[in-house]
């Protein structure tokens, strides 16, 4: 099974720091945390602190870490671990590090056996559902199996004796394993990581949302080792993996997108998998702001646009960030609209309480017709008098439903797979998907998302464009858009081409806000306003998260502020 080898060597008889010494040099918030965590205080105590320094501590890691070209921190993660980014002088990552109980103690040589008297409840263990219910009861059965005083009472079962250390790695590794993802669990308790990586034999990868990609200390020493997990994992998540059955898609109690492929036979590097892993709270527009995927004036226009049931996708390659965006500028639908979210994998979330979210179903080796698809759950959610209805990708058919959604006027929001507005107009008129191309122009707005590389070598998110799709000539032959902002690559600002120019600003939400023909340039002093108030919202107030964003707008609009 996969080890947790990290990156400096040590003797677990001889620390190299004493807790006499080391205290003095750790911050005040380092040396709170090691003093409510006694396994954080020993891993302390084995750091090559010489070689690399002091780690330093943070609550929440800055985004501005990730420009740092010396990165050595510890933060806390959920359920009271810790991960440490260890600097790798010479290698292209740094290392990811997770801090469990059971990162200096080593008690190998002691769950054999605690599994071993497990074996004798396993029926029981596996008839409780409950989650929390399941972790007392292991507990409990752990503490009866183990002591910490060596002598034994007579006439009672030997027990296992351990140390106070050793008993709570114990506890902690049987709850990891029975309960969580075993060695992964600590990394889906981050909420930094953004995907998983394991590739075969080796260590396995992190995408991190600041310090980007790096390698985490668990690995994988021979390919058995690879296949044996791979195989549990399946068993684990309830779709296993087999000689015939290499290949397994599906998503975790948490969310988080899997997906397992087995076998040398297709992959010449062995098993591997992949976690895209599910974010708890959506970033928010506000926070795009931050990262500079987009400015203030752009999500005002948005803002506009989606008030107004324009209909939106978000194009762009596969980890653009397509998903990220669509999900941050749902805060801009009218918090009364009733909303449909349909995905083969819920990743889309919206903070709207008038919310029916609904996924595909395959039914595998069932009876046929137990396939529930993106086409059929469109259809009959155009029964269901939505205001929005949103697909968390099209691919095929199902953009043809999409279409005629929007002609009966549903508003429709989607991701695509393109690289630009010709691209996107070409996939949907073409094999397979066959739009006709007069129903083009019922597609409001492409939002052109990719993931660039900065002047400064740095790698970022932008929104590459904003299109307004205004129609098709028959006689040309062609299509007509209008770009209302673009990106300028040279600078990493955003431009503003519609200005004065924009035809759905002027021709559509102008209308619809009563604003008369001849004064219809008036809309821009709104676009205008919208960014300032979104600005000192923002900057002033310190408002970013995603659910406290959307509640400041829906007073606002309640109090018909905006």
Partial sequence: MALNVLPFSFDLHHPRNTWETLQSQL??????????SPFLKAYMLYLPIDEIGVPDYYIKPPRSLGNAEFRNLIYPIKEGLFVHIYPDAVGARDHYISIEPTVVVNIDHLMPRVNEKLVAWAEEIGRIEDKE???????????????????QQDGKK?????????????RYRVLRDKVGLGVLQPLLLDNFIEDISCSGVGHIFIEHKIFKSVQSSITFVDYEDVDDFAVWLGEWIKSPVTVRNPLVDAVLPDGSRINIVYGREISKRGSNFTIRKFSGTPTSV??????????????????????????????????????????????????????????DTPEVQVPHKN????????????????????????????????????????RSVEAVVAFQAMQTGHGVMSTFHAASVEKLIQRLTGDPINIPKTYIDNLNL???????????????????SINEIIGYDPLTNSFSFLEAFR????????????????????????????????????????????????????????????????????EARRQKLL
């Avoid at 972790?135 to 002591?147: E, G, I, P, Q, Y």
């Avoid at 990493?492 to 924009?502: A, K, L, Q």
């Avoid at 219809?520 to 919208?530: C, H, I, S, T």
């Fill in 133 to 151: 219910e399941k972790k007392a009861f292991l507990l409990r059965l752990v503490d009866s199996m183990c002591t910490t005083q060596r002598k």
């Fill in 158 to 170: 030997p027990r296992i004796f351990v140390t106070p250390e050793e008993l709570e790695a114990v």
């Fill in 27 to 36: 911050s005040p918030a380092l040396l709170e945390a090691c003093s409510t």
């Fill in 446 to 464: 492409a939002v052109i998302q990719s993931a660039v590389r900065l002047a400064d070598g740095k790698s970022a998110r932008r929104v590459m």
């Fill in 286 to 343: 506000l926070e795009l702001i931050e990262f500079g995927s987009l400015n203030y004036t752009m999500a005002s226009y948005l803002s506009m646009m989606l008030e107004a049931g324009m209909n939106a996708f978000v194009v762009g390659a596969t980890a653009s960030g397509k998903t990220t965006l669509l999900n941050a500028i749902t805060a801009f639908i009218k918090p009364e609209a009733k909303i449909i979210t349909i995905e």
């Fill in 355 to 394: 919310w029916l979210q609904e996924s595909t179903r395959h039914g595998g080796g069932e009876k046929k017709g137990s396939d529930v698809g993106m086409f059929e759950l469109l259809k009959a959610a155009l029964r269901q008098r939505p205001e929005m209805i949103i697909v968390g990708e099209i």
């Fill in 487 to 554: 990106w300028n690559p040279a600078t990493d600002t955003f431009e503003f081409p519609g200005y004065m120019n924009s035809y759905l600003l002027e021709q559509v939400i102008a209308q619809k806000r009563g604003i008369p023909p001849h004064r219809r340039k008036e809309v821009y002093n709104e676009v205008k306003r919208r960014a300032k108030i979104f600005e000192k919202l923002h900057t002033e107030k310190g408002i970013t998260d995603f659910y406290d964003f959307f509640q400041v707008l829906a």
